[in-house]
T-cell receptor, first 113, second 109 residues
Framework: DAGVTQSPTHLIKTRGQHVTLRCSPI?????VSWYQQVLGQGPQFIFQ???????GRGNFPDRFSARQFPNYSSELNVNALLLGDSALYLC????????????FGPGTRLLVL | GQSLEQPSEVTAVEGAIVQINCTYQ??????LSWYQQHDGGAPTFLSY????GLEETGRFSSFLSRSDSYGYLLLQELQMKDSASYFC??????????FGTGTKLQVIP
């Protein structure tokens, strides 16, 4: 079975633009979480979705939003990009929100100029 | 809020044993996880402790003491490929997962 997939792998944007990142979970996994990882730091929790509903939200501004589709894939949207949004964006899937084992995708590396 | 502390760097010799500690302060606690991340790669799940005690998986073991808000990851028979960053992470209320800042492990010959 394929692991968690994310697209695109790399992205360059300019300040003020909007970006959409995509994630496909492992087959059979219904929970998807998004994380932001700045170089040299641990992943920071952004959102968790389960069965198309938001189940958890981290301390990120409203410029960040996400959704989950009926096939359990997910999109992360970031509006009005700032230089500080440059980071590796990771998606992780699990069978359920309370499952301790999360499987991470390779991430999307976003650079904001 | 939630915060986790771990050493920033650890160096150990190939074949030896190394312990990476993690202390946490959380408003809710369901369990402590450990992840490995090689440079340029994605985090990989290693272990999870919801109850006090030791969990063993091959060369890796993880320990939790909820009363002390403390856990550790023990790596035995270190190999060069174990050189990576190791993160502890707490699962708290509302399924929020908080990661520590990571411990960079360097294994030397």
């Amino acid at each position: 079975d394929a692991g968690v997939t994310q697209s695109p792998t790399h992205l360059i944007k300019t300040r003020g633009q909007h970006v959409t990142l995509r994630c496909s979970p492992i087959s059979g996994h219904k929970s998807v979480s998004w994380y932001q990882q700045v170089l040299g730091q641990g992943p920071q929790f952004i959102f968790q979705y389960y069965e198309k509903e938001e189940r958890g939200r981290g301390n990120f501004p409203d410029r960040f939003s996400a959704r989950q589709f009926p096939n359990y894939s997910s999109e992360l949207n970031v509006n009005a990009l700032l230089l500080g949004d440059s980071a590796l964006y990771l998606c992780a899937s699990s069978t359920r929100p309370d499952r301790e084992t999360q499987y991470f995708g390779p991430g999307t590396r976003l650079l904001v100029l | 809020g939630q915060s986790l502390e771990q050493p920033s760097e650890v160096t150990a010799v190939e074949g030896a044993i190394v312990q990476i500690n993690c202390t946490y302060q959380t408003s809710g606690f369901y369990g402590l996880s450990w992840y490995q991340q090689h440079d340029g790669g994605a985090p990989t799940f290693l272990s999870y402790n919801a109850l006090d005690g030791l969990e063993e998986t091959g060369r890796f073991s993880s320990f939790l003491s909820r009363s002390d808000s403390y856990g550790y990851l023990l790596l035995q028979e270190l190999q060069m490929k174990d050189s990576a960053s190791y993160f502890c992470a707490v699962t708290g209320g509302y399924q929020k997962v908080t990661f520590g800042t990571g411990t960079k492990l360097q294994v030397i010959p």
